[in-house]
């Protein structure tokens, strides 16, 4: 019944039919992801346009499109399957993949011939976010799994490492290593290039973490666990090894983060080795590539990479086309050729070769939209927060927008979990700018952007930071005329929807429009739903715990509605088959809206039904997806299409 009303209101209005168009328009062009290289093979990610979903190709030349491997368009014609993970083998003839149905986090992985093209008999059920860790000889990997409790795959439960041989049943497949003396650490699989150690990164949300090993002779774990970093007292990633020496990135005594080396034969931290000192940037990935590090860091919300020896030595920059973001860096530790994505706000993901030695740069793949880029202008600003603390946000508007002029805009945000939020491009944002919208992103507390104070300013009891933060984006938009309250929307997802839906409640007399999508909404009970969810503690709180209780309680979407009140006009977007943020928190909080709602503002929820939290939509949903959001907010800033 709510989603026969909501489409009801959303097909009369006039924008939706051109939001469509321009969406499967902008859409229609080719992509490619960063190539993956073993055993002189490239694999990656492929669409054409407008295929449903990505296919999986493999080339001996990462400019060439080779021939697909993996076509997930030949599974389900109407786009709901997906493959969100793959893993190609050391040697290149295997490739380990992930089939998602519907949405779901839930996976099942095959292996594939890639000589023959045929999958092996056996099917592993009962995963979800595990990668797949290689053994060097390619004769089998370690994965993470749920255990099996009554019929079912239990995801209330820590996931156990288990030991895969090729052709061997999965149902027999050992169990290596599973975490018995806490109940809630989560351990996770790598191997190292060398095969000499078999590496257990244990997650246990987003402050702290855990890293042990064992030495590896071929696939038998020799000896018992070592647990090297052990003290949960910051984070530490494992990167990769130099023989005998652990290189980690760490927030300990670095909140912006640094990089270390640790002799396994001397691993107190005072015989540590710095190898890349804290600096003014934070710090958001390394990788190990090429026999150098390449340490990804966040200047002002843009992307910065500085290269370093493995003994700490500085080697200059990574020069970037652009001010924007980069990611996916590929390769292998003794390998030269370094393969990364860049992208920014008007430039969609691009491919680039880095030669390690030579440090050359070679252009591989450069997409062609519908989208001129000079047609808008893009500006950083800096606003002051509640409590006087410096903002950044980025500001996206029609180049024929006069300064001053205001006009529609949409100012997103997220602020949770350490996300940064850089410059990438978007279909979605680039139909709202083509048809004469504006568009800012306000980088918060709770994410990255400036290492984990940042983040730690936007968490557990100093979540009201967060909101605070995005209420005096929208103050500054507005005083400084870039959008009148009549004009001004705000939308996020997951926990971006709790974020608007929170906003909306404290100061409702600011927005023209909010779309929370797919959010935590019921801030007492989230964590009940799954494993996973609970480890969103680490940036929530809980409600067990009375100072956390209050705190959630203060701010909680579905808790916080005041009947009689009048809110903005409101689409909330769900999923039924999303297991990540069970889509109740949606429900209830719609209804809840609807009862409360003192005015003739429209409160809508529209409940997708087949695809889950966002990752791996079809083509076709997401155009719908955003064709009924964009014309929801259109309808209610007054944009007039061009």
């Not at 390619?138 to 994965?143: Q, R």
């Not at 030495?215 to 990167?239: H, I």
């Not at 959010?519 to 956390?548: C, F, K, P």
Request: charged share 20%; aromatic share 12%; hydrophobic share 40%.
């Amino acid at each position: 019944a709510e989603n026969a009303l909501t489409r009801r209101y959303l097909d009369r209005l006039p924008q939706r039919d051109w939001f469509a168009q321009r969406l499967a328009s902008l859409i229609d062009y080719e992509r490619r992801g960063v190539p993956v290289k073993r055993g002189g093979v490239y694999l990656f990610e492929y669409n054409s346009g407008r295929l449903e979903q990505d296919q999986l190709r493999l080339s001996r030349d990462p400019r060439e499109l080779g021939e697909v491997i993996i076509d997930p368009n030949a599974l389900a014609a109407d786009g709901s399957i997906s493959v969100p993970l793959w893993s190609l083998s050391p040697d290149g003839r295997w490739l380990a993949w992930a089939q998602s149905v519907g949405g779901s986090d839930w996976d099942s992985w095959r292996i594939r011939d890639l000589t023959s093209g045929e999958d092996l008999p056996e099917v592993i059920e009962g995963t979800k976010f595990t990668s797949v860790a290689w053994l060097p000889d390619a004769s089998g990997f370690f994965y993470s799994q749920y255990p099996f409790v009554e019929g079912r795959w239990d995801d209330t439960r820590q996931v156990r490492v288990r030991w895969h041989r090729l052709g061997s049943d999965p149902a027999e497949d050992p169990v290596i290593f599973e975490v018995t003396d806490h109940p809630t650490r989560n351990p996770y699989a790598t191997v190292t290039e060398d095969g000499q150690f078999l590496v257990y990164s244990l997650f246990d949300g987003y402050e702290t973490s855990g890293v042990y090993y064992q030495r590896l002779d071929g696939a038998t774990p020799v000896g018992p666990v070592q647990r090297l970093l052990d003290a949960w007292d910051a984070r530490y990633e494992f990167v990769g090894n130099d023989g005998e020496r652990f290189i980690v990135q760490t927030t300990r005594d670095a909140p912006r983060g640094r990089v270390i080396a640790i002799d396994l034969a001397k691993p107190d931290p005072a015989d540590w080795q710095k190898l890349v000192p804290e600096a003014a940037e934070a710090i958001e990935s390394v990788a190990l590539l090429g026999g150098r590090l390449y340490v990804q860091s966040i200047r002002d919300a843009h992307a910065l990479v500085r290269l370093f020896a493995l003994d700490g030595r500085p080697l200059g920059e990574l020069p970037l086309p652009g001010i924007g973001s980069v990611g996916n860096f590929s390769g292998r530790a003794d390998d030269p050729e370094v393969l990364f994505g860049y992208t920014d706000f008007t430039t969609p993901w691009t491919i680039y070769r880095h030669h390690a030695t030579s440090g050359d740069i070679e252009l591989l793949f450069r997409p062609e939209t519908g989208l001129d880029p000079d047609a808008f202008r893009s500006r950083q600003v800096f606003y002051t927060s509640r409590d006087g603390t410096r903002v950044p946000m980025t500001v996206i508007t029609p180049v024929d927008r006069e300064a001053g002029q205001p006009g529609p805009l949409v100012l997103y945000g997220y602020g949770g979990f350490n996300v940064s939020l850089l410059p990438s491009y978007s279909t979605a944002r680039a139909a709202w700018l083509q048809a004469g919208g504006g568009y800012a992103v306000a980088n918060l507390r709770g994410g990255g952007e400036y290492g984990e104070a940042w983040h730690q300013a936007g968490t557990k009891l100093n979540k009201q930071n967060v909101f605070d933060d995005f209420i005096a984006a929208a103050e500054w938009l507005q005083g400084n005329g870039y959008a009148s309250r009549e004009q001004l929307a705000i939308w996020g997802g997951s926990n971006g929807g709790l974020l608007v839906a929170a906003v909306a409640n404290q100061r409702p007399e600011l927005f023209a429009a909010v779309v929370p999508a797919v959010g935590v909404l019921d801030m007492l009970r989230y964590h009940t739903a799954s494993a996973n969810a609970r480890q969103w503690s680490s940036d929530y709180g809980l409600a067990e715990n009375e100072a956390e209780f209050r705190a959630l309680y203060a701010y909680s979407p579905y808790h916080n509605l005041k009947p009689g009140e009048c809110y903005p006009p409101t689409l909330v977007m769900a999923d039924a088959n999303d297991d990540r943020v069970a889509p109740w928190h949606s429900y209830k909080y719609a209804a809840a809206l609807q009862y409360a709602q003192g005015c003739k503002h429209p409160v809508l929820i529209r409940i997708e039904t087949n695809t889950g939290h966002g990752a791996g939509a079809s083509t076709s949903k997401i155009i719908n997806e955003y064709a009924d959001q964009w014309a929801f907010v259109a309808e209610h800033t007054g944009l007039e299409l061009p």
